[in-house]
């Protein structure tokens, strides 16, 4: 089994106005490492961090980021370590820049967005194709489908959403005996009223 997590980085927001767009409320308790259903944690660079300790879909069907990006830019994550799927998007004023997806059942990975010149140029991705097809591997070729593992899109993904959010599920973001996430909860029907 691995790692399963999604997360989101909210840029420029406050956790007030993260739960606020998220729905969720803060519990005021704190955690070395996330824990269900939400944890959350500011980070140095004025930005909130949402780490939702499982992911079970593509982060477009688990949030909707059309919404949450108003009015900012979010870096969307996932990870799921043993299905060695990976995912990152960027998200401004309510629309995809870029996303890309580790490939489900072809050679190449998915990529998204309405501008997809940025996501190319930071996971040096025709560099990388080069390499890949330097080994004999295509699309068109059965050839790859024996050396799936060596066809890594999983990491370059995954070390791209490191860079962009500064977290990497199931490490550390602090510190020992420093507890930076806090629980966030949805408010229940007895807080409404």
Known sequence: MGFSSSWLLLRNTVAEEA???????????????????????????DSYLVVEDRSLEMLEDTWDL????LGREIVAAAEIDGAGYGEVSVWRDGRKVWGIASPNSSFMPRISGYDTTEIRARMAFDEYLEYVESKGWTEDSDDWEDDFDEVDWFNPILRLASDLTGYICGTPIAAPGKEPFEILVRPSSQDAG
Not at 66 to 69: I, N, Q, T, V
Request: glycine share 12%; hydrophobic share 35%; with cysteine.
């Open 19 to 45: 739960c606020a767009a998220l729905g969720v409320r803060r519990s005021g308790v704190y955690t070395a490492w996330p824990r269900q259903p939400l944890s959350g944690t500011a980070r140095p660079d």
């Open 66 to 69: 059309g919404l949450l990006s």
